[in-house]
């Protein structure tokens, strides 16, 4: 078993693209950071702030690195570790070397929109086939199902990575 401590660089881009301009562009890397303090179930401190980049309302995801090293079933050479993901927290109070965050809620497509309803009404709506936006189930190979391994709980040292992405609409244009 290989280690899986990935480094997060900039991403090329190198193939032509449907925006103007974004040939060549390198996206920038996230930010990394760790769970430096714990205050509550809602509410953690990062160890990156301001000088870091971080701005108020940015998403990060918790995270632990995985332990399994994935495989390309091609060319059989290793496509990096699948991240084990703890939870999502917004940053609410940005300071130069430290973020105070707080814990965002992630919904299901399948919840949304979960009204009660009559017992008519529900034989009515699972007659009709999956409901839109809810998770469809995959025909996989059961022979091949390996679980996903459960996140844990959040510690102090968790990972933390930004989830902020470009704006490619101000990518290649001029003032």
């Given at each position: 078993m290989k280690s899986c401590l990935i480094k997060h660089v900039g991403v090329q881009l190198?193939?032509?693209?449907?925006?103007?301009?974004?040939?060549?562009?390198?996206l920038p890397a996230p930010i990394e950071g760790k769970i430096a303090?714990?205050?509550?179930?809602f509410n953690v401190v990062i160890n990156v702030g301001r000088l870091h980049g971080v701005t108020e309302g940015m998403p990060f995801v918790i995270y632990s690195p995985?332990?399994?090293?994935?495989?390309?079933?091609?060319?059989?050479?290793?496509?990096?570790?699948?991240?084990?993901?703890?939870g999502y927290v917004r940053a609410t109070h940005v300071q130069e070397?430290?973020?105070?965050?707080?814990?965002?809620?992630?919904?299901?497509?399948?919840?949304?929109?979960?009204?009660?309803?009559?017992?008519?009404?529900a034989m009515i709506a699972a007659s009709m086939g999956p409901k839109a936006g809810a998770e469809a189930r995959l025909n996989v190979n059961p022979l091949q199902v390996s679980g996903m391994a459960k996140g844990g709980n959040i510690s102090i040292g968790d990972r933390v990575r930004s989830l902020e992405q470009p704006d490619f609409s101000k990518i290649g244009r001029r003032a």
């Open positions: 190198n193939a032509p693209t449907k925006a103007k301009g974004l040939k060549g562009y390198t303090k714990i205050l509550d179930e995985g332990e399994e090293e994935i495989k390309d079933p091609d060319t059989g050479k290793s496509v990096g570790c699948l991240e084990i993901v703890k070397n430290l973020t105070l965050c707080v814990a965002e809620t992630v919904e299901k497509e399948e919840r949304r929109g979960m009204e009660p309803q009559t017992l008519s009404g």
